[in-house]
């Protein structure tokens, strides 16, 4: 029987509540959404919080709103609202892509988007989605609130920028003309984490691509950013040639490990292979965003 | 610590401790068996129960984060000696051998039936498969789910 060691529980009625709290605690307190990252690593003796912090009273931050030229998410919105956005299903696709393959659907009812990018796991989907679209974080403290890009929001394996005493409280997804966006995922089985998951935008005009995000789950310590590859694409036109040279980059760049999912080499070949599709699919869906525009 | 939960519309207040998780508190606390315990990390789908009407995996929520809300076992699927219609569906079509997975495949099957009355088999696979059966097999189940679909839509029709 896998029971978590003994710890206080607090339930939270404010989110300044929780600040206040997270700072009188210190490392010792811990937040809990969700709760399915966290209570396993608490089964499995992997964190130990003395101080739990429940949030899901916290209905102020369970959202999807477009807000002047960005995208808002509340930390506390769970996989399932994500999954359903229509705002979120038009304005970057990759969301439905990655929500459809992330965990089975009683688990979407509970996970949220603050949960999963916190715990930070490198084979996480969410991370790596968050990272191509470019989105930055809201993280709050007693001293006010600081925002953070994906690019320096992955501080190690299971590490973030959010230190003791701040919460993560927003997600930002920037809105340019001409986006398109796709995630893709091989897994072994119907609810797993992947074996190498790709996620890409892109930002069209013209024709050409203006700018591009790449961002790939489980083959490195932390989410990848093939931040090679996104300058390759910059001020190009897309094409297959051009795909598979991203694809190569991200194959190179990426620094996968054998395990019961598969040897290096298959791991760099999904990486690549899983590039590519994912590009294809993003620039479509920007080329017809423009088309239409 | 004390809470305050309904349990198959029963409110109860009893004194747990925070690290107590639900399917431990419907089991052990409250004696409510037919709610399985397998895989403990969310994976099996065994202990599945409803939290405010919406499918949840028991053994990773903590009893204490359910303070206020309604949950819902597997028990409260039979209502004065009348099975329910995924109950009969599981019966018909052989979708058990040992059982061990049924409560939260059934639970499972509730939730979706409730939100979509007429699911596609995609659908229902989609619908349960964070739920693992290692002796029937999912055909059974998958056609236990769309008895229950026809069955219910039939008792519909018959009522109008």
Redesign the interface.
Known sequence: MQTPASFEYERATSVDGVIASLKKRGSGARVIAGGHSLLPMMKLRLANPEHLIDINDLVELAYIREQGDEIRIGALTRHVDLLNSELLAERFPLFRDAEQVIADPVVRNRGTIGGSLCQADAAEDLSSVCSAVKAKVVIRSADGERVVGMEDFHVGPYMTAVSDGELLTEIRLPLRPGAGSAHEKVERRAGDWAIVAASAAVWVDGGSIVDAGLALSAVGLTTIHVTRAEELLRGKAPSDELFAQAGEIAAADCSPSADGRGPVDYKRHLADVLTQRALRRAVAGALHQEAGR | ?KVSISINDEKVSREI?????LV?FIRDTEGLTGTHWGC????C?AC?VHMDG????SC???A??C?GHEIHTVESLEVDGQLDPVQQGFHEQHALQCGFCTPGMMM?ARALLNENPDPTDHEIR??I???ICRCTGYMNIVSAIRWAAEHEAAAAKQEV
Request: aromatic share 0%.
């Open positions: 610590m401790e925070p690290r107590q998780l431990h403990d990390t969310s994976n789908g599945v919406k499918p949840v995996k990773t929520i903590l204490a984060m303070e499972t989609t619908a498969s964070g739920g």
